[in-house]
């Protein structure tokens, strides 16, 4: 039998192991504190709008991403673009990303979910994709907090191919990547059009391999694969509260042990909370254009520049 999603992050398992494979359900797990399987989030109350249709592939405290319906259609945006870059503000050594949110050499789905699409039954999601202007300034050597800080609604990291990652959580605050129904490379866009995951995406070049940085939280600290340097999938059980480890990774060039954030198949998924020192809403800017401009790649500066 073949995989259902090809481009899904289910399908690191054989068809036959997938057949049988359910996770564990998050709802519930958020916390005020730090907390390992959780999300220790800044917003106390949730009373947004979700996806409200049935959900036969959650029974119970687990969930099948087998069974669970994607959003149809195959779209590039070819003019997406994300440049990441070393920068030295006086004497600060600073990572410098800038992009349109819209994901470099990687499809999306069809949004707004059409009525024809079998996906609408499950989630009538209406916003369509915008491009963006992402404009953010990490530490290049981040540095680890006295204490943890909790994870806002909205972006907490950004994906190495420019889309936006957001914390497991729905408007609803409940697990949304088990109650909301995504594309094949696990995205969809928000009120706003900002296209983003809330967790693993096979569409992340690396995401099956070891030890391979997929993005940056904001707070400086990088983001890898499930995977560790020799080649075990990891899982909540080997990271800490904030959904991070230290280890061996590369890092800025250099095989360096440090603190990081791992991606599992989990909840919750990327982070639990920031271990770092995070840019708060007066450091960075994530906006949509008015609508229907789009944001071309800047003149001389290509789709994808180089990443560190």
Not at 27 to 35: A, F, M
Not at 92 to 116: D, K, Y
Not at 167 to 176: C, F
Request: proline fraction near 9%; glycine fraction near 10%; include cysteine.
């Amino acid at each position: 039998m073949m995989c259902r999603w090809l481009w899904g992050w289910a399908c690191f398992w054989s068809a036959a192991t997938a057949l049988a494979h359910t996770l564990p359900l998050g709802d519930g797990k958020v916390s005020q504190i730090p907390q390992a399987g959780y999300v220790m989030a800044c917003q106390s109350e949730h009373r947004g709008r979700g996806a409200m249709g049935p959900t036969p592939w959650i029974v119970g405290d687990h969930w099948d991403p087998i069974q669970k319906p994607m959003v149809q259609g195959r779209r590039y945006w070819h003019e997406a673009y994300i440049n990441i870059s070393e920068v030295i503000a006086g004497v600060v050594q600073q990572r410098h990303v800038e992009g349109n949110g819209l994901p470099v050499n990687a499809p999306t789905g069809q949004f707004p979910i059409a009525q024809s699409d079998p996906a609408f039954r499950y989630d009538r999601n209406p916003n369509r994709i915008r491009a963006q202007t992402v404009t953010y300034d990490l530490p290049w050597q981040p540095i680890l907090a006295a204490q943890a800080s909790c994870l806002p609604m909205g972006p907490i990291g950004i994906a190495l191919n420019g889309v936006a990652i957001f914390n497991a959580l729905d408007d609803l605050g409940r697990d949304a990547v088990a109650h909301e129904v995504q594309d094949s490379c696990q995205g969809h866009p928000q009120e706003q059009g900002a296209y983003h995951y809330h967790g693993p995406s096979d569409c992340l070049s690396g995401s099956q391999q070891p030890a391979q940085l997929l993005g940056y939280a904001l707070d400086g600290f990088g983001i890898y694969s499930m995977w560790d340097e020799q080649g075990r999938q990891l899982t909540n059980a080997d990271l800490d509260a904030c959904h991070g480890r230290t280890s061996k990774v590369r890092w800025n060039g250099q095989e360096v042990t440090m603190y990081h954030y791992v991606m599992t198949e989990e909840y919750p998924y990327t982070l639990g909370c920031f271990r770092g020192t995070p840019l708060t809403l007066t450091h960075l800017r994530m906006q949509h254009p008015p609508f229907p401009r789009q944001l071309p790649p800047p003149p001389g500066q290509g789709h994808l520049r180089r990443q560190w």
